[in-house]
């Protein structure tokens, strides 16, 4: 996993509640058995005028251009800002993965699904929650001002504005080491492997019942 | 003190915590599919890691398998999509190469969506975790589990490690006192819980339905509830064991026998919150007020009863809101104010892990009974959940009355509920389904979905348009 640590970056506006893993990948691409090559398909419904197809090269398909994120202004936006309950539905990896492949490296939302908010830090994305007030300004700043840019310190564990003000934000201690170190989950949880060989045993012993062959 | 059924779940569950409640949570039960498990086995074959418990795997092919014509070739040929069949048959390389407990493969008589068939084959059983790469895991919280979706990512740590590394969540009760009415279903209670918490409303807790209503239910309106869960924004909902919990797993093929078994339900008897627990937050229902409901937009908490009209933007206050239900009603091709009883559909859809089981298909046979599709109704389909129920379905006649009645009767899989294989609606059709979501494109693009219960979806199919299922009964 790539690290995060700090990270200026354009900011795009999605500003809808609700925005569901259907919605930010379409379940025809998540036939796929890799992990790469989400990101032409983020979005697509919204993204393009006709059906995609898994597989097909989206350069030449008509975009639409009502689409907030075909603007030019957020070509290369690399953090989203959008509403409530972003990330909601299906548990599916695969909209992570399109959103970082598309260029997002971190989403700042009123409040996040529960499923989503996890996957984005096993794939160094860092969801933040804001309150409504301050992703309100951020909303209206944005819309104001081309090429609006926030910057995201993880160490610091705020936001900051291009007119200086800082948006304190929370994250776990555990899950912002990880972002820090990019670390793997696997190899840390196997430090305990022996606790966990142990609990193991005394389930077999105590309730059998969980251990059909 | 008092527990929650959720404190004991956690707490049988701890295999190491740290200073800031990260916790290690032991994994019983791993349940597998095609669609979200190829990049996990890939993972971990590339790191050179070894799965931890075999035995703790079910696996079967659901999301991507077609639904007729399963006889026009041997095996995985009769996928004709070259994409669907390669992930079903990478499944099938990986747990040769793997292993499992069980493994239900494409065309496999007891094969079927996941979370019908872990629970009817005794897999899914009272105080398990139960994780799989799907967000309806919640299903099996019926069975008093710790339940819930995952990603890939943390397949492949489940995989690994038999862990997940886990927060403990806050708790909500929600309690269901009365008698539901006549024709009002556990679809119905889960969409009206919905509709007053908002599809955000559990963000952050696990959910433990009670109150007299639910005990009332069956397992497989339990489940019913529980898969919503996850629609109401909780990554997990549960139901405290009691006899019928019981009695629903004696004989199944993973229950434990004998001694094990008189052990087991001991335990299990205790899977219940204690007199006086604490919830962070309680909302309660009576019954008797909830009427069959049917969805107008496009998430589930935008959802109504039958004898209502489609709300009206104009009355709302909440700018992002109101903007948020005018696009979903321009999408949904509706008009604001219309009676929901005058809205006609197009296709029909009884199936997924919401509404698949026998009793969803014996409740929308009882409907049908003697009647038939609406002629404007361009196709009604009855997916059983599994092979299992379809084949008790056969036994009970209820596929002669779908047929009879004109639907088409189908082999088991997910089906229209995602629409990944060829199952799905064409832009701008209207559809009555008994599935979870309804998602923009999400049963196919553009199609426009309306979640009911079984008997809801059958009394729609019969009048072409949606109808009080009460006044058919
Ligand atoms: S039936 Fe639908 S919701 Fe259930 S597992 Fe299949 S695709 Fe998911």
């Not at chain 1, 697509?44 to 008509?62: A, F, I, K, M, T």
């Not at chain 2, 710790?146 to 943390?154: K, L, V």
């Not at chain 2, 609406?374 to 959940?385: D, I, R, T």
């Not at chain 2, 559809?431 to 009911?452: D, I, K, M, Y």
Request: glycine fraction near 8%; charge should be negative; charged fraction near 25%.
């Amino acid at each position: 996993m790539e690290k995060f640590v700090k990270l200026e970056g354009l900011v795009a506006p999605l500003d809808r509640n609700n925005v569901d893993t259907d919605a930010i990948i379409p379940k025809q691409f998540l036939k796929s058995i890799k992990r790469s090559g989400f990101g032409p398909n983020a979005f697509d419904e919204w993204r393009y005028l006709d059906v995609g197809q898994p597989g097909q090269d989206c350069s030449p398909r008509p975009k639409n251009p009502d689409f907030v994120l075909n603007q030019p202004r957020y070509q290369g936006a690399q953090v989203l800002l959008t509403r409530q309950n972003f990330g909601c539905g299906s548990s599916r990896e695969h909209a992570p993965w399109a959103l970082l492949d598309f260029g997002f490296k971190a989403i700042i939302a009123e409040s996040f699904a529960d499923i989503f908010f996890n996957n984005c830090f096993k794939n160094g994305i860092l969801p933040i929650v804001l309150p409504a007030a301050e992703v309100d300004a951020l909303f209206a700043q944005v819309e104001a001002t081309p090429g609006y840019t926030l910057t995201v310190d993880l160490p610091a564990q705020a936001v900051m504005r291009p007119d200086g003000k800082a948006m304190p934000f929370q994250v776990d201690a555990f899950r912002k080491e990880c972002l820090l170190n990019g670390w793997d989950d696997i190899g840390l949880t196997l430090r305990h492997a022996d606790k966990i060989r142990a609990f193991e045993e005394r389930r077999r012993v105590e309730q059998p019942w969980l251990f059909a062959q | 003190m008092a527990q929650t059924l959720y404190d004991k779940l956690w707490q049988n569950h701890v295999v190491h915590q740290e200073d800031d409640g990260t916790a290690l949570i032991y994994i019983d039960r791993h349940l597998v599919h095609e669609v979200t498990s190829p990049q996990a086995f890939e993972g971990l074959k590339l790191a050179g890691r070894k799965p931890w418990r075999i035995s703790s795997i079910v696996a079967t092919a659901d999301h991507n398998t077609p639904t007729d014509h399963w006889d026009k070739a041997e095996g995985t040929a009769a996928i004709d999509d070259p994409i669907s069949r390669q992930q079903v048959e990478t499944l099938d390389a990986n747990i040769r190469a793997v292993g499992a407990l069980a493994y239900f493969p494409f065309k496999d008589a007891r094969q079927g969506i996941v979370h019908v068939v872990g629970p009817e084959n005794g897999a899914t059983l009272p105080g398990m975790t139960v994780v799989c790469g799907d967000s309806h895991t919640s299903t099996h919280g019926a069975f008093a589990c710790m339940a819930h979706g995952i990603g890939t990512s943390e397949v492949e740590h489940v995989l690994a490690t038999q862990c997940l590394v886990q927060k403990k969540s806050k708790s909500m009760l929600i309690r269901v006192d009365g008698e539901l009415g006549r024709g009002v279903t556990a679809k119905d209670v889960a969409l009206a819980i919905i509709g007053r918490i908002g599809t955000a409303g559990g963000t952050g807790y696990a959910i433990e339905f009670a109150g007299s209503a639910i005990r009332g239910l069956s397992m497989e309106g339990r489940m019913t509830l529980c898969n919503m869960a996850i629609e109401a924004g909780a990554r997990m909902g549960f139901v405290a064991v009691d006899d019928t919990t019981i009695d629903y797993l004696r004989g199944r093929p993973f229950s434990p026998t004998g001694e094990i078994w008189d052990k087991a339900v001991a335990y299990w008897r205790t899977l219940t919150s204690d007199e006086g627990a604490q919830f962070d937050r309680v909302v309660e229902l009576s019954a008797a007020d909830i009427a069959p409901q049917v969805t107008w937009g496009t998430s589930p908490e935008m959802v109504v009863p039958v004898t209502a009209t489609v709300p009206d933007p104009a009355k709302e206050t909440d700018p992002v809101k109101r903007e948020g239900m005018e696009r979903a009603l321009q999408y949904m091709g509706l008009v604001p104010n219309t009676p929901i009883s005058e809205i006609a559909i197009d296709k029909v859809f009884i199936g997924s892990c919401t509404n698949s089981r026998i009793e969803d298909l014996r409740a929308a046979a009882a409907v049908l009974k003697g009647r038939r599709v609406a002629a404007s109704v361009k196709l009604a389909l009855a997916v059983p959940g599994s092979g299992l129920v379809k084949r008790q379905a056969e036994e009970e006649g209820l596929d002669r009355i779908f047929v009879a009645a004109g639907f088409e009767w189908r082999e088991p899989g997910c089906s229209m509920c995602l629409a990944m294989n060829a199952d799905r609606l064409e832009p701008g059709e209207r559809c009555a389904s008994t599935s979870n979501r309804n998602f923009e494109g999400r049963q196919g693009p553009g199609g426009r979905t309306h979640l009911v219960s079984p008997q809801m979806a059958a009394a729609a199919a019969i009048a072409g348009h949606f109808a009080d299922v009460r006044e058919a009964l």
